[in-house]
Each structure stands twice: as structure tokens, then as C-alpha cells.
């Protein structure tokens, strides 16, 4: 079976199995994008004369019954572009032979690589909104909790589990701007680039892009190859930063669901137990979500390293695409833990009142002091001779600072109208994708 650059010479099988690598296995996840690439072009060839309505109808009907049934790429057919073209040609003969006119496997990869994205990137985000409503909703519930603070993990100042639950909340919403990043990253339409130089054509770029829901053209030809491991890096710097707050959630629910702190403790189904210890429970789920954030630095370095070449496609840019998928499916599954978390968490407050005691207050007694005109230095060598001579005992009442953020007001409405905002721009523009999409 011939592959879409062969000609005469059949390929050496140790060469074969070397260079397709693990493509079919990846590509079998671009088909609906290969297809919606394939219509898009189509319409383009269209209007410029290169096929007809009636040869686009036929396309259109081809792609659509490919759709519906099975499909397998073959280790002979190397990737989803071959595949698809090959099933076209059997399906509708000499049709499904022109339709790659004015177009390069390079594009295609591009095109598939960046619809895919935009159809990821929006549903980690979608994902991402779940997990902070569901943390708001539990930091609410616990809003007067008071645990301590804690730096350099030493204890500090007094805070609550909402104040905690809260900044989590917050990073979530980051999580969200960043997702959003690379969602922009990937919206430009890189079809009519052929392989870096165009062709003597004059494709309708704009249409295309249009078609396929793009908000703007990828416009240097060149510049669409040399940008491509540009593209994985610019969204795996984003999933990296999504996936260290997951790392630091998780870290924290390790610690305090610990017996030695005690402020919460993880359900039995979110935990698992010891071959030889009865009495224990693991919280497997939190050290395995810490576990997978560690991974995506490794995923971008790779996709960085491979990326310094000069202009132009190179073949070491197939090899991206292993680490951005699976960054891409690992932070899906930590965003559905992290939003589940919430409701196997439950918090001791009685433990969490017996920590708060009164040497975390030693920063309140000075501030009390520099109201009534004492210098801070002053307070604070003060307060910090009195702390060394006393006990910390339970503090009886705490009072906490309730400016913006702080822990006396974590501010729940603006943080839900924040993530009520993303999720309208969400829906709003996967619902744009899905009509521009359906009408291909």
C-alpha cells in the first residue's frame, strides 16, 4: 500500500516500522478534525475551480459514512492523512484523488493538531470550571473553620479552611486564563501553507478558516512549519502551570488529612490500604495527582528540545505530538479527581480548633500595639520577648483580617462571577465551533 509521498521505491520494513513510530495509534484520535480539514479545503479547491459541487457533495457524503462506521489506520498507511484520502479514493474514485490538490501532509497535520486543541483546550477547561465551583462550594460551607497558616511550614497565622479552599478556587480561575492562552495559541488556520511555500494556487485562506471556525489566518507560509513545536510548547507551558496548582492541592490534602495534622479526612472510596498494616488508609489519589504534576516539565522540555531546528519542517517534529497527547489526557483525569476531591473531604473541626492557638496570634498583638502609636519594630521585639516566655494555649477567639482575599473574606460572589464569565466565553465559543463545524 503506497503512502501519499511514495512513488517507485518500496520502503526498507526495519525504516518503515523506525519512521511511522506510534502515529497510528495517536492519529486514530484526529479523524473527526482530518474530516472537517478535508471538507473545509474541499470548498475551498471549490471556489477556485479545482472540483465542483457535485464532487464536494460526494466528498461530503464519503467523509460522513467514514465517520460512522470503525476505523483503523494501518502501520502500511502510516497516518490519519494517507488513511482517509485511501478510504476516499475506494469510496469515490478519482474524486478522492484530487481533493489533496494545494495542500501538503504538512498543513494537514497542522490543521487536525490545532482543531483537535481547540476542542481539548475548551473541554480541560470546562473541567477546570467544575473543579473551582466545587471547591467554592465546600470553602463556603467551611468558611469559619479556623486552622493555622502555615510558612516555610512553620506555623504563622491564624486562617480558615473556606480562606484555604479559596485560593485554590483562584488558581483554578488562573488555570483558566492559562487554558484560555493556549486556546488562542492554537485558533489561527494554517491551511493553504502547503509545506512552508504555498502553491501555484490561489487558495482562499480567509474562506477556509472561516469554514473550520478559525478567528484568524496563520499568515506566513513558512512560519506555519517552524511554528509548530512553538504551538505544543506554548500549550504545554500552560497545561504545566495548570497541573503544578493541582500538584500543591494535592500536597495539601496529603499533609492535612494526615493523622499528625488531622484538620480533614479523605472517604474511604478516595483511599486504599496497606498489603500488611490493617489499620491503614492511603490517600493514593492525592499522591498520584502530586505524582502526575511532576511529569509535565518533562513532557515540555522534550517538545523545547525537539523544537531547535532551523526554519522549515523537519520529520523530528512527528515525535511532538506523544507528549502533548499525553499531557493533555493525564491533566484531563487530575481535573476530574480535583472536582471530586471536595465531596470526599470531610473537615474535624474540633481538630481544627484544638490547632489554632495563641502563638499565632503573636503578629495581631503587635499590629494591636501600633494602633495605640507604638513603632512596629518596637511592637514586635516587644511581642516577640513575651512570646518566648509563654505556652501557647488554644486561642479562645480569633479575629481576622477582612479586607479583600484575606482570610475574614475569601469574597465568594466575585470569585463565582469570575468563573461564570469563563463559562459563558466557553460555551459561547464552543458553540460556534459545533455550528461551523456541523455546516462543513
Not at 504563622?156 to 473556606?162: N, R
Not at 500538584?247 to 492535612?256: F, N, Q, R
Not at 509563654?390 to 468563573?419: C, F, I, M, Y
Request: with cysteine; net charge positive.
Amino acid at each position: 500500500m503506497k503512502k501519499l509521498w511514495q512513488t517507485a521505491v518500496d520502503l526498507d520494513a526495519a525504516v518503515e516500522e523506525y519512521t511511522v513510530g506510534r502515529d497510528p495509534e495517536l492519529d486514530a484520535r484526529l479523524l473527526r478534525f482530518e474530516a472537517y480539514g478535508t471538507l473545509a479545503h474541499a470548498a475551498g479547491l471549490v471556489s477556485i475551480g479545482i472540483l465542483t459541487k457535485t464532487e464536494l457533495s460526494r466528498i461530503r457524503k464519503a467523509l460522513a459514512s467514514l465517520l460512522k462506521k470503525p476505523f483503523k489506520i494501518s502501520r502500511a498507511q502510516e497516518d490519519i492523512h494517507t488513511s482517509v484520502e485511501q478510504a476516499l479514493t475506494a469510496a469515490i474514485g478519482e474524486t478522492g484523488a484530487k481533493v489533496h490538490a494545494g495542500r501538503s501532509r504538512n498543513d494537514q497535520v497542522q490543521v487536525n493538531l490545532r482543531l483537535y486543541l481547540k476542542h481539548t483546550l475548551l473541554t480541560l477547561d470546562a473541567q477546570a470550571g467544575a473543579a473551582a465551583e466545587a471547591w467554592a462550594a465546600f470553602g463556603a460551607k467551611h468558611d469559619g473553620v479556623t486552622i493555622p497558616g502555615y510558612s516555610h511550614l512553620q506555623r504563622a497565622m491564624p486562617t480558615t479552611i473556606g480562606h484555604w479552599a479559596a485560593s485554590h478556587v483562584e488558581a483554578l480561575l488562573e488555570a483558566r486564563r492559562a487554558l484560555k492562552f493556549a486556546f488562542d495559541e492554537a485558533d489561527a488556520c494554517p491551511l493553504g501553507s502547503a509545506a512552508g511555500y504555498g502553491v501555484m494556487l490561489p487558495m482562499p485562506r480567509e474562506k477556509v478558516a472561516k469554514l473550520l471556525g478559525f478567528s484568524r489566518v496563520q499568515r506566513n507560509t513558512l512560519r506555519v512549519q517552524s511554528s509548530r513545536p512553538r504551538l505544543e510548547a506554548a500549550v504545554l507551558s500552560s497545561l504545566c502551570l495548570v497541573a503544578r496548582d493541582l500538584g500543591t492541592l494535592a500536597w495539601d490534602l496529603s499533609l492535612y488529612s494526615s493523622a499528625e495534622f488531622g484538620f480533614g479526612k479523605l472517604a474511604d472510596s478516595f483511599t486504599t490500604g496497606s498489603s500488611i498494616m490493617p489499620q491503614k488508609k492511603n490517600p493514593d489519589v492525592v499522591e498520584l495527582t502530586r505524582a502526575r504534576a511532576a511529569l509535565f516539565p518533562g513532557w515540555l522540555s522534550q517538545v523545547l528540545m525537539i523544537g531547535q531546528l532551523p526554519s522549515g519542517y523537519h520529520r523530528d517534529y512527528q515525535l511532538t505530538k506523544g507528549p502533548l497527547f499525553a499531557a493533555l489526557d493525564e491533566l484531563g483525569r487530575m481535573l476530574e479527581i480535583a472536582a471530586r476531591l471536595p465531596e470526599s473531604l470531610k473537615v474535624n473541626e474540633d481538630r481544627c480548633a484544638a490547632a489554632v492557638t495563641t502563638d499565632l496570634l503573636a503578629t495581631h498583638e503587635a499590629v494591636a500595639l501600633v494602633r495605640k502609636g507604638v513603632p512596629f519594630r518596637v511592637a514586635y521585639r516587644e511581642v516577640a520577648e513575651r512570646s518566648r516566655k509563654s505556652e501557647p494555649l488554644r486561642a479562645s477567639r480569633v479575629e481576622l483580617p477582612t479586607h479583600t482575599g484575606a482570610p475574614g473574606l475569601p469574597d465568594w460572589r466575585e470569585l463565582s462571577k469570575q468563573n461564570k464569565a469563563v463559562d459563558a466565553w466557553s460555551r459561547k465559543t464552543r458553540s460556534k465551533l459545533e455550528m461551523a463545524w456541523s455546516a462543513l
